[in-house]
């Protein structure tokens, strides 16, 4: 469903960044989004509703829905479109709620 187009498919080369995304290694390019990142790997769902657990995935990818919400090295409620990716960051879904540490 999403690809990218041939001029930024060769900044991969140019500018790796390499990130991982549920234990993953993923490459991505120098500036890109969280979000991006993903839907260039293909994973399309980054968080999972809290209520029902129903897959969400960006949708806006300007910071303003909230659906792109990730655990970003260890940080939970992550906005995936507005986290510029950076070498060795480590993804994961956020699954329901975020916990509350006390």
Do not use: H
């Not at 990218?4 to 390019?29: M, N, Q, Y």
């Not at 890109?32 to 029902?52: N, P, Y």
């Not at 260890?74 to 975020?98: H, L, S, Y």
């Amino acid at each position: 469903m999403f690809r990218r187009l041939d001029v930024a498919a060769r900044a991969v080369v140019d500018a790796p960044v390499r990130i991982t995304v549920e234990g993953r290694s993923v490459t991505c390019r120098a500036g890109d989004s969280v979000a991006a990142a993903l839907f260039a790997a293909g994973v399309i769902a980054c968080r999972d509703t809290a209520v029902s657990g129903v897959p969400r995935g960006p949708y806006c990818m300007m910071g303003v829905c909230y659906d792109c919400l990730v655990n970003i090295d260890g940080m939970a409620n992550q906005q995936a479109c507005m986290t510029p990716v950076r070498v060795g960051m480590a993804v994961r879904r956020q699954i329901g709620a975020r916990e509350v540490k006390l």
